[in-house]
């Protein structure tokens, strides 16, 4: 018998806690691999629009997927290494070194390791064509994904796996140093007290938590969030982590004594598992807080991101009105646009708006708040072109404006403004000067599209009264701008690469379109939506393995607590109630508190940068009924466990 | 006869409690030895310092001769590994090696050849009575056959001497007394050295010698000679009442 051998009957014979850890590894190594395959996917790259973008969103993920992977197998194998320490004293006492007993560690892990990436990698493989296609659906592209197993792909999940044995050995070694051979004669004597509680902790707790409450309800309108940032986030962030841990140490304890106190506690079987619980306390206080934190953290992650996936759509639509928009080309290439349009069938209005361009005006710091964002030139467009616009697009008043009024128009952040008395004036074209009534958010003509920079700024438009213009237009050179609204403008990419194709072979020429920068927008927000999305499995995942070790080992640890009960004639069908109701103290406090928590972070997150949505509540609910249904899968699987192992061992 | 451990003007404290105090006691080769006193008496820490286990503050440790001052960790190890056995209370049995697998895990790990390893396991079958049991998981056994596996496994080496911690302290009585007259047979058979620590003087009365521990030093020490288990029971139970010791 030698050590690979060793190691092997140890797996073979701790399959139930080894399955965990595997399945645990098998699927974070599916999720990296999928994660560093798609940034390697052929037929995915050719896809995507923003390349740049892509790669750097991508990365960052795998990135954090293999943090997260390698925080989830440290813990699992510092527990392994706790559950085997007498083992482990066995083998130093029969002489054998520590060395020795890391190489055993190493091999396990190496046998775990190989066979959970070559098994991710296959199915990550298989995989990859689905978790493509769910990415092209996402962002609304129709391209098909074929299966891939990119090497580049290959090697760095294989090298960073690797990394992760090693350091896994360099833990158990560590570990297996500390082991005391004195332990090994000590048997279990440990004797647990029950918890005590503190008044003035418990009710510190509650204040903890809704001073936490009380700051993330100020995110919309108070200036502490918008001067002191930081220090408003450090506060909160330390007061919900605080107070949660403090009100699973000190607030439950104190619940808990007040049950036990009551006149009907010795009734039925509230004893066993109410008594059971309180000894408990102090080992559960470290789970309670983490499971509650990162139940809050899943939802409000894939809560705000659904949100924003959700709006995306919404606020393209404000900021890019105008599904095609371009200046308008000579005869022949109108026509060919035209005949295209018809040939689409997609159109439901078109108009065409006049306009003259001024020459570059300095100063703007009058009408914009970032004036960055503005071109330097302005263009005039008539107030019966806009309300031809506005009807259009069945958004906006129409306007009426006499003598030398004016209009500016602004867009995102600039707050809209009715001047009534210091009306600033602004000067175009060398001579004509006109009084600015009103700040108006409509982008009438918005950001080139075609091809995008972030230097591409919105122009500034001004919209002055049909006479006004007249005037200025018998003097200058007018332009034209074709506008068109679409059935689907969501899918008409092609059909705006098709126009801008032919519009951008005329010098100088304006392209926008709506669905240009709604599928930059859709992609990077799909993916954010795709990555947290799998962040939520691993991090059920991780909370899972974490519920899942932390019952064996109290099962096995009780399974004679448990025999003593049967012993005294307590049924098989009661014990499975002591068992549901004990899971269920442990499972439900963490999961009410972390609902609790998330909806603050999420309602108040949202409410302060969005005024109104009224889809805010059905994807909360959406979320937090999905995480519940997943929670719901571990409490039952758990009590079942957890009735088997005290079963099992009590069978002889 | 042969001094096989030799412990001069012994102290062990921690912290401040002091364990044990001047202790000065020699196990001779082939006895059968147990320790006796109350809980808190200094047993466990005696037995631990003795088996190189646990260290100790002053005076000395002599295995075979060797102080135990004298040796590194390495050699410590080979020493345990070579010339010493341990039973445990709770048997500290791996419960993914079957019995055979349990008992031979000292030689596995030693690589002695596999027909060695045979010979010796045959030696034991029957004056153990685990033939039976072989091929089973130790979650498949009672406490008894429990122990007589850890104690299989502790004699497998042939080792000069035989720790035993309170190893009837888990098992009812019928198996306590199987066990003890195992353990006497073997002590007879093959010489085997055993030092035992119990608080029951049922199991010290098949020992050939005992020792009183009392709030870390030895109070009495008693010899069988060749008086009967019956005997040497009375004897012990009677100096236990006249020093105030509680039976259990």
Same mark, same amino acid.
């Given at each position: 018998?030698?050590?690979?051998?060793?190691?092997?009957?140890?797996?073979?014979?701790?399959?139930?806690?080894?399955?965990?850890?595997?399945i645990?590894?098998?699927?974070?190594?599916?999720?990296?691999f999928?994660?560093?395959g798609?940034?390697?996917?052929?037929?995915?790259?050719?896809?995507?629009?923003?390349?740049?973008?892509?790669?750097?969103?991508?990365?960052?993920?795998?990135?954090?997927?293999?943090?997260?992977?390698?925080?989830?197998?440290?813990?699992?194998?510092?527990?392994?290494?706790?559950?085997?320490?007498?083992?482990?004293?066995?083998?130093?006492?029969?002489?054998?070194?520590?060395?020795?007993?890391?190489?055993?560690?190493?091999?396990?892990?190496?046998?775990?390791?190989?066979?959970?990436?070559?098994?991710?990698?296959?199915?990550?493989?298989?995989?990859?064509?689905?978790?493509?296609?769910?990415?092209?659906?996402?962002?609304?592209?129709?391209?098909?994904?074929s299966?891939?197993?990119?090497?580049?792909?290959?090697?760095?999940?294989?090298?960073?796996?690797?990394?992760?044995?090693?350091i896994?050995?360099?833990?158990? @070694?560590?570990?297996?140093?500390?082991?005391?051979?004195?332990?090994?004669?000590?048997?279990?004597?440990?004797?647990?007290?029950?918890?005590?509680?503190?008044?003035?902790?418990?009710?510190?707790?509650?204040i903890?938590?809704?001073?936490?409450?009380?700051?993330?309800?100020?995110?919309?309108d108070?200036?502490?969030?918008?001067?002191?940032?930081?220090?408003?986030?450090?506060?909160?962030?330390?007061?919900?982590?605080?107070?949660?841990?403090?009100?699973?140490?000190q607030?439950?304890?104190?619940?808990?004594?007040?049950?036990?106190?009551?006149?009907?506690?010795?009734?039925?079987?509230?004893?066993?598992?109410?008594?059971?619980?309180?000894?408990?306390?102090?080992?559960?206080?470290?789970?309670?807080?983490?499971?509650?934190?990162?139940?809050?953290?899943?939802?409000?992650?894939?809560?705000?991101?659904?949100?924003?996936?959700?709006?995306?759509?919404?606020?393209?639509?404000?900021e890019?009105?105008n599904?095609?928009?371009?200046?308008?080309?000579?005869?022949?290439?109108?026509?060919?646009?035209?005949?295209?349009?018809?040939?689409?069938?997609q159109?439901?209005?078109?108009?065409?708006?006049?306009?003259?361009?001024?020459?570059?005006?300095?100063?703007?710091?009058?009408?914009f708040?970032?004036?960055?964002?503005?071109?330097?030139?302005?263009?005039?467009?008539?107030?019966?072109?806009?309300?031809?616009?506005?009807?259009?697009?069945?958004?906006?008043?129409?306007?009426?404006?006499?003598?030398?009024?004016?209009?500016?128009?602004?867009?995102?952040?600039?707050?809209p403004?009715?001047?009534?008395?210091?009306?600033?004036?602004?000067?175009?074209?060398?001579?004509?000067?006109?009084?600015?009534?009103?700040?108006?958010?409509?982008?009438?003509?918005?950001?080139p599209?075609?091809?995008?920079?972030?230097?591409?700024?919105?122009?500034?438009v001004?919209?002055?009264?049909?006479?006004?213009?007249?005037l200025?237009?018998? #003097?200058?050179?007018?332009?034209?701008?074709?506008?068109?609204?679409?059935?689907n403008?969501?899918?008409?990419?092609?059909?705006?690469?098709?126009?801008?194709?032919?519009?951008?072979?005329?010098?100088?020429?304006?392209?926008?379109?709506?669905?240009?920068?709604?599928?930059?927008?859709?992609?990077?927000?799909?993916?954010?939506?795709?990555?947290?999305?799998?962040?939520?499995?691993?991090?059920?995942?991780?909370?899972g393995?974490?519920? @899942?070790?932390?019952?064996?080992?109290?099962?096995t640890?009780?399974?004679?607590?448990?025999?003593?009960?049967r012993?005294?004639?307590?049924?098989?069908?009661?014990?499975?109630?002591?068992?549901?109701?004990k899971?269920?103290?442990?499972?439900?406090?963490?999961?009410?508190?972390?609902?609790?928590?998330?909806w603050?972070?999420?309602?108040?997150?949202?409410?302060?940068?969005?005024?109104?949505?009224?889809?805010?509540?059905?994807?909360?609910?959406?979320?937090?009924?999905?995480?519940?249904?997943?929670?719901?899968?571990?409490?039952?699987?758990?009590?079942?466990?957890?009735?088997?192992?005290?079963?099992?061992?009590?069978?002889? | 006869?042969?001094?096989?451990?030799?412990?001069?003007?012994?102290?062990?404290?921690?912290?401040?409690?002091?364990?044990?105090?001047?202790?000065?006691?020699?196990?001779e080769?082939?006895?059968?030895?147990?320790?006796?006193?109350?809980?808190?008496?200094?047993?466990?820490?005696l037995?631990?310092?003795?088996s190189?286990?646990?260290?100790?503050?002053?005076?000395?440790?002599?295995i075979?001769?060797?102080?135990?001052?004298?040796?590194k960790?390495?050699?410590?190890?080979?020493?345990?590994?070579?010339?010493?056995?341990?039973?445990?209370?709770?048997?500290?049995?791996?419960?993914t090696?079957?019995?055979?697998?349990?008992?031979?895990?000292?030689l596995?790990?030693?690589?002695?050849?596999?027909?060695?390893?045979?010979?010796?396991?045959?030696?034991?079958?029957?004056?153990?009575?685990?033939?039976?049991?072989?091929?089973?998981?130790?979650?498949?056994?009672?406490?008894?056959?429990?122990?007589?596996?850890?104690?299989?496994?502790?004699?497998?080496t #042939?080792?000069?001497?035989?720790?035993?911690?309170?190893?009837t302290?888990?098992?009812?009585?019928?198996?306590?007394?199987?066990?003890?007259?195992?353990?006497?047979?073997?002590?007879?058979?093959?010489?085997?050295?055993?030092?035992?620590?119990?608080?029951?003087?049922?199991?010290?009365?098949?020992?050939?010698?005992?020792?009183?521990?009392?709030?870390?030093?030895?109070?009495?020490?008693?010899?069988?000679?060749d008086?009967?288990?019956?005997?040497?029971?009375?004897?012990?139970?009677?100096f236990?009442?006249?020093?105030?010791?509680?039976?259990?």
């Amino acid at each position: 018998m030698n050590l690979v051998d060793l190691s092997w009957r140890n797996m073979k014979r701790n399959i139930r806690l080894y399955t965990i850890y595997f399945i645990s590894m098998l699927v974070g190594v599916v999720i990296y691999f999928t994660f560093s395959g798609l940034m390697f996917n052929k037929d995915v790259v050719s896809a995507i629009h923003n390349k740049e973008n892509y790669n750097m969103i991508i990365f960052i993920a795998s990135v954090v997927v293999f943090l997260f992977i390698m925080f989830f197998i440290l813990y699992a194998n510092s527990f392994f290494m706790k559950q085997r320490k007498k083992e482990f004293g066995m083998y130093l006492l029969y002489g054998m070194k520590e060395r020795q007993i890391a190489a055993m560690v190493f091999f396990e892990a190496l046998i775990l390791s190989t066979i959970s990436v070559i098994g991710g990698i296959l199915i990550g493989g298989l995989l990859s064509k689905f978790f493509g296609m769910i990415l092209m659906n996402l962002m609304h592209y129709n391209d098909s994904i074929s299966f891939a197993f990119p090497l580049q792909a290959i090697l760095s999940t294989t090298v960073l796996f690797a990394i992760l044995v090693a350091i896994i050995t360099i833990q158990s @070694y560590l570990n297996i140093s500390r082991v005391q051979l004195v332990e090994l004669f000590r048997s279990k004597e440990k004797m647990d007290k029950p918890y005590r509680f503190s008044m003035p902790l418990a009710i510190l707790s509650i204040i903890l938590i809704i001073t936490a409450y009380y700051l993330l309800s100020l995110a919309g309108d108070s200036g502490i969030w918008k001067n002191n940032f930081r220090i408003a986030l450090i506060a909160t962030i330390t007061s919900i982590i605080l107070g949660t841990y403090l009100f699973f140490r000190q607030f439950s304890g104190w619940l808990l004594q007040k049950l036990s106190q009551r006149n009907n506690y010795l009734i039925g079987n509230k004893p066993l598992w109410i008594s059971s619980l309180r000894f408990s306390i102090r080992g559960n206080t470290v789970n309670y807080t983490f499971i509650t934190l990162l139940s809050a953290l899943v939802i409000f992650a894939v809560g705000i991101i659904a949100i924003d996936y959700a709006m995306k759509a919404d606020v393209v639509e404000k900021e890019y009105p105008n599904h095609i928009a371009f200046s308008t080309q000579n005869e022949q290439t109108q026509k060919r646009i035209e005949q295209i349009l018809n040939e689409s069938k997609q159109v439901i209005g078109h108009e065409t708006i006049t306009g003259i361009k001024t020459e570059k005006i300095l100063n703007r710091e009058s009408y914009f708040i970032n004036p960055n964002y503005y071109t330097e030139e302005f263009y005039i467009f008539p107030e019966s072109h806009f309300n031809a616009i506005a009807e259009l697009r069945g958004v906006g008043e129409k306007i009426g404006l006499i003598g030398n009024e004016a209009i500016v128009l602004t867009r995102g952040v600039d707050e809209p403004t009715n001047y009534s008395d210091s009306q600033p004036e602004i000067t175009v074209l060398t001579d004509y000067t006109f009084q600015v009534i009103e700040k108006m958010r409509y982008p009438l003509l918005t950001i080139p599209t075609g091809e995008i920079k972030i230097t591409s700024l919105q122009p500034s438009v001004i919209v002055i009264s049909n006479e006004a213009f007249k005037l200025l237009a018998e #003097k200058h050179r007018i332009t034209s701008y074709d506008i068109y609204q679409i059935k689907n403008p969501k899918t008409s990419n092609d059909l705006s690469r098709k126009i801008y194709d032919l519009v951008s072979k005329t010098e100088g020429a304006y392209y926008s379109a709506f669905v240009d920068m709604y599928s930059i927008d859709s992609e990077s927000s799909s993916l954010i939506l795709f990555s947290v999305a799998f962040y939520a499995v691993i991090a059920l995942f991780a909370l899972g393995s974490v519920i @899942y070790f932390k019952q064996l080992q109290e099962a096995t640890e009780q399974s004679e607590h448990y025999a003593i009960l049967r012993k005294l004639g307590v049924s098989d069908k009661e014990i499975k109630t002591v068992i549901r109701k004990k899971l269920l103290f442990i499972f439900l406090p963490p999961l009410i508190l972390g609902f609790v928590h998330s909806w603050h972070l999420i309602y108040y997150t949202v409410t302060a940068l969005v005024n109104d949505l009224p889809s805010l509540i059905p994807i909360i609910s959406f979320v937090m009924g999905l995480y519940l249904l997943t929670y719901f899968i571990f409490y039952i699987s758990s009590t079942s466990i957890y009735y088997r192992i005290v079963s099992e061992k009590n069978a002889r | 006869m042969s001094k096989i451990i030799e412990a001069k003007n012994l102290s062990k404290s921690y912290g401040k409690t002091q364990v044990l105090k001047n202790i000065d006691l020699t196990i001779e080769h082939g006895e059968f030895t147990a320790i006796m006193g109350p809980s808190g008496s200094g047993k466990t820490t005696l037995l631990n310092t003795l088996s190189t286990i646990d260290s100790f503050n002053s005076g000395d440790v002599l295995i075979e001769g060797k102080s135990l001052l004298d040796m590194k960790k390495k050699a410590l190890r080979e020493f345990r590994q070579s010339r010493m056995g341990f039973i445990f209370q709770d048997y500290n049995l791996l419960d993914t090696l079957t019995v055979k697998e349990n008992i031979l895990l000292p030689l596995s790990l030693q690589k002695t050849h596999v027909a060695e390893m045979e010979k010796r396991l045959a030696e034991l079958l029957t004056a153990l009575n685990i033939e039976s049991i072989l091929h089973q998981y130790p979650s498949e056994l009672s406490g008894g056959q429990k122990q007589r596996t850890a104690a299989a496994r502790a004699l497998i080496t #042939k080792p000069a001497i035989v720790f035993a911690d309170e190893p009837t302290g888990s098992l009812d009585s019928r198996s306590a007394t199987q066990l003890l007259e195992q353990i006497q047979l073997l002590n007879r058979t093959f010489k085997t050295t055993v030092l035992m620590i119990t608080h029951d003087p049922y199991a010290a009365s098949y020992c050939n010698r005992v020792v009183f521990l009392r709030d870390g030093k030895i109070v009495n020490e008693m010899f069988k000679g060749d008086e009967s288990e019956k005997v040497f029971f009375d004897r012990i139970l009677t100096f236990q009442s006249a020093v105030g010791g509680v039976r259990r």
